[in-house]
């Protein structure tokens, strides 16, 4: 049987084999095959060749701020090989339950910026996947906590005479840790007492006032996961008569 015989054959389902003997010089090469080569991943591979397929993941190095209350808030999301636009998704450390990013913006391959409006404190993952479906998940990285909420109105704290005791003026802001003055001035010998289960106390006896003076300060509460809440008050302290001075 000649090789055009054979290849008849083959052509009409007779003989469904196709052997080096059937070629003319008894090799089946690339260059004989109408489509020598398939592409991979944008890689021509020759057939009976290899490629190295990479995939290229998104990565994941920080946040800011790792702390936001429940208010949708903007978190800013740095890494690496981010395609605009990722989907982002905060997932709690404890349930598992997801929160997607309300809006995520792409400020460009390592900057990602997500807002997210998460009613649960917690500590959560982030979930962030490209496009293409390539995808990171960073550990607990965000915390989601109330700020210290104040429960001591703002404003005048009282009037005392100068010299007298200021007894304990109570502080209070829920959840705070500890309590500063950032601004203002005490009467002085006043001295804040920084409580560490919501409460702070100013104390003393004072001193050294000569005319009424009315003193202005402001308190800062902190929290565990370092949020602050500020808060203005004052004090006033009187001379009387007796300690005004000298009449002659």
Wanted: glycine share 10%.
């Amino acid at each position: 049987m000649t090789k055009a015989r054979d290849l008849a054959n083959f052509v009409s389902g007779t003989n469904s084999a196709i052997t080096t003997t059937q070629i003319d010089d008894d090799a089946v090469t690339n260059a004989k095959i109408a489509n020598e080569s398939i592409t991979i991943n944008g890689s021509a591979v020759n057939l009976g060749g290899s490629v190295t397929v990479g995939e290229t993941k998104p990565t994941f190095s920080s946040i800011s701020p790792s702390t936001i209350e429940n208010t949708q808030t903007s978190v800013t999301i740095s890494g690496g090989n981010f395609v605009t636009v990722p989907l982002v998704t905060a997932i709690h450390s404890t349930t598992g339950a997801l929160t997607v990013a309300d809006e995520v913006s792409f400020t460009n391959a390592s900057t990602i910026v997500a807002k997210f409006t998460i009613s649960v404190d917690g500590t959560y993952k982030l979930y962030i996947e490209n496009p293409d479906g390539m995808a990171v998940q960073s550990g607990a990285v965000l915390t989601v906590s109330d700020a210290p909420a104040w429960t001591t109105s703002a404003g005048s704290l009282g009037t005392f005479a100068s010299g007298a005791s200021f007894g304990t003026i109570n502080l209070t802001a829920t959840d705070s840790t500890s309590m500063a003055k950032t601004s203002g001035t005490f009467p002085g010998g006043m001295t804040l007492n920084s409580g560490g289960s919501g409460t702070s106390t100013l104390t003393g006896t004072e001193s050294g006032a000569t005319s009424e003076t009315t003193y202005s300060f402001t308190i800062r509460a902190t929290d565990a996961q370092g949020q602050t809440a500020d808060r203005a008050f004052s004090i006033t302290i009187t001379v009387g008569i007796n300690n005004s001075g000298q009449f002659n």
